[in-house]
């Protein structure tokens, strides 16, 4: 009996493919890592229930890093050392991916971030790929529509955390190029409550004629409804981590008519039917909505990205090869939530400007800026 | 600096400074009985936003508000009950880091019951957006629904101390808890009740203040910083001290982002706390030797 339980339990061993993700799903990124948790559990039990990848069931072992770096590096080693899982998806935040970069590099496991930075994948690192599209992108995006309403001349906030200090830096970096000038620039703690002395600080400045507000934590909604209280009424641009409905909820009118570029999961429904991504985010859309009832959002997008560009790999692969698995993603193209994924040696990310669309937030729900103005 | 510029700044600066001081007055209420900080007292105002929050599901908002500050002075009452009353001469020292135990507790306990999301109550005049205008200024209706409610309780409190006998009695402890008790009076209760008072003002205070700042089981904290830092500021014990050295620390924030970046707004609170605990210890209007007396 004893024997052959222990045999049974080695033979299991043998078969499952054990793949690692290291979320935020507590912490002030909840907002992000719970729907990437509940995709990666949704995929999961799907492949599994068909038989898993080329016949191994898949074991998914979550951590919660609660969104800090320190324990997503203590999660990384013990999910590589003691777990020896095959990869790790996520971390849903860039401070934590850049902490875990090297040791992933160094182990020689494969590591999908669910994180945008572009510092992710530039410079390369041969086992590290992200699915998210690179917050540059986001900040050219934002800046060529400035350029199309004419706007010359801004102001910038950044929430103080790693995505944050990211967005001040592509927004410095890039204004020039787009022959826009950042008269304003502001840091402001992640708990901050309320910012109505940034806004009368920055109401007063003629020359701020929109205003980033560059963000993951529940401030960037702070931002947009202190200025509309002081009834300072200029554009105001979110980045990609709005990609949440709950961040609307949060923001009530105050966010209505923000902008923000986002992929094109949250107006799936809005797609003409020959677009290529069409099919697979309403698939994706419809099966989260009706497992967990809540509204998909961009993230889980990411984790779902994530899981299935490995997944594809595996298969066509067809063992789990870390060497060979990392060189079919790196030639590999592949259309996912975020966008089409061109996957090449130097380029870990995949994806481009295209990627992106306008979005903005009208009667509490995400709709195309295109499609109100048109 | 325009006349516009300038009075949307004061109004930013009194908002926060009038909850600063409602927590300082927290603070000074338990100092004065028994001689103590209770640094729970922030965990007092997360409750009164977070309780009435939920109960708005259920019922009107003043009813909901209304309810969720009795809750929390229930939570005051029992927090003194059981981890206070039954000690037998705690020294200054033992019932402080009790306070912090139990304020972690707290924290831990909400932290459980809402999760970590950020809620807030709707806004209790308009919406989020809507602002009344004053010389030029855009000013959100619930600032002077903040202000008028502390202004009320900052008065009730003078009326109740002054005027009525459990009040008095409660002085009687303050000034001088042995001739109190040789006065007959229980000590003991008016401790309970010192806690009891301070969650109900703390629990109001979270309740008003929710639409601004957002509720989240660990804005405690945050809060009992720059409440200490304010009751010390106006002198431990004095509430009036609290009101004007509450309004001084909110101003001078508010002010400080016109001329430092926005990132140092949270430094300067603790770097007025160093400055005043080591030019004026007794505080701007407390009185050296009253400081004096006291153990801590």
């Known amino acids: 009996m004893v024997l052959s339980a222990v045999m049974a339990a080695g033979a299991m061993a043998a078969e499952t493919l054990k793949i690692g993700a290291i979320l935020s799903v507590t912490g002030p990124t909840a907002f992000l890592g719970v729907p990437e948790a509940n995709t990666l559990k949704m995929l999961v039990e799907d492949i599994n229930a068909s038989g898993g990848i080329n016949g191994q069931k898949v074991e998914l072992i979550i951590k919660d890093s609660a969104g800090q770096k320190e324990k997503a590096v203590s999660y990384a080693k013990q999910l590589i050392e003691e777990e020896k899982v095959f990869a790790i998806l996520g971390p849903t935040r ?53 350029q199309k309403q004419g706007i010359s001349s801004i102001a910038v906030a950044v929430g103080g955390t790693g995505f944050g200090k990211m967005g001040k830096k592509f927004s410095e970096e890039l204004a020039p190029e787009y022959g826009i000038t950042i008269v304003a620039s502001e840091v402001y703690a992640p708990n901050v409550t309320d910012l109505s002395s940034l806004v009368a600080k920055w109401s007063g400045n003629e020359e701020i004629h ?13 931002l947009a409804k202190n200025m509309r209280q002081a009834n300072w009424d200029v554009p105001v641009y979110l980045s990609h981590g709005f990609g949440n409905i709950k961040y609307v909820e949060v923001g009530g009118k105050a966010v209505e008519g923000v902008l923000f570029p986002a992929g094109r999961l949250l107006i799936a429904g809005e797609l003409p039917a020959e677009h290529p991504q069409k099919k697979l985010l309403l698939d994706y859309k419809n099966n989260y909505e009706s497992k967990y009832n809540e509204p998909v959002s961009t993230f889980g997008g990411h984790a779902y990205d994530a899981l299935m560009i490995l997944k594809t790999a595996l298969e066509t692969v067809g063992e789990a090869e870390t060497m060979k698995v990392r060189d079919t993603i790196e030639n590999m193209s592949f259309v996912g939530t975020g966008g089409i994924f ?30 109100g103005t048109e | 600096m325009t006349l516009e510029l300038f009075i949307q700044y004061i109004f930013a600066g009194i908002t926060y400074g009038a909850i600063y001081a409602i927590v300082a007055i927290g603070f000074n209420i338990i100092y004065n009985t028994t001689g103590i900080i209770n640094f729970a007292q922030g965990e007092f105002v997360m409750l009164g936003g977070m309780i009435s929050i939920s109960l708005i599901e259920y ?22 009950i ?67 409610v502390c202004t009320v309780m900052m008065l009730l409190l003078g009326v109740f101390f002054k005027t009525t006998s459990v009040g008095r009695e409660m002085r009687a402890c303050a000034a001088n808890s042995t ?117 801590f």
């Open chain 1, 94 to 146: 860039t401070g934590s991916t850049l902490a875990i970069k090297s040791l992933c590099e160094k182990s020689q496991t494969l590591l999908i971030s669910c994180a945008s930075s572009k510092m992710i994948v530039d410079p390369v690192a041969s086992f590290v790929f992200k699915t998210p599209q690179n917050d540059s992108l986001a900040v050219r995006k934002i800046y060529e529509h400035m």
């Open chain 1, 210 to 222: 929109a205003v980033i507000n560059w963000s993951i934590v529940p401030a960037q909604t702070i």
């Open chain 1, 342 to 371: 061109t996957f090449s040696p130097t380029d870990h990310s995949g994806l481009d400007i295209d990627a992106f669309e306008m979005m903005t937030v009208r009667d509490g729900k995400f709709v195309r800026y295109d499609a």
């Open chain 2, 59 to 80: 019922l009107n908002l003043p009813a909901a508000i209304a309810l969720a500050v009795v809750i929390t002075m229930i939570i005051g009452a029992l927090v003194e």
């Open chain 2, 82 to 148: 059981i981890f206070i009353r039954w000690l037998q001469g705690p020294s200054v020292l033992r019932m402080i880091i009790i306070t912090i135990g139990v304020s972690i507790l707290i924290r831990e306990a909400a932290l459980h019951i809402w999760g970590e999301s950020v809620r807030s109550l709707p806004y209790f005049i308009g919406d989020e957006i809507t602002s009344v205008s004053i010389l030029g200024a855009h000013i959100s209706p619930q600032v002077f629904c903040v202000l008028a």
């Open chain 2, 179 to 295: 001739a109190a008790i040789l006065c007959g009076i229980n000590t003991r209760n008016m401790v309970t009740l010192s806690f009891v008072l301070s969650a109900a003002i703390g629990a109001l205070a979270g309740a008003v203040m929710s639409p601004i700042t957002y509720s989240q089981y660990n804005i405690g904290t945050g809060l009992a910083i720059k409440g200490f830092t304010v009751a010390i500021l106006g002198g431990l014990g004095s509430s009036g001290g609290a009101v004007i050295a509450g309004l001084l620390l909110g101003i001078i924030e508010a002010f400080s982002v016109s001329v430092l970046p926005l990132a140092f707004q949270e430094a300067i609170s603790i770097a007025i706390l160093l400055l005043i605990l080591f030019i004026r210890p007794h505080g701007l209007f407390g009185s050296k030797d009253a400081a004096g007396l006291k153990q």
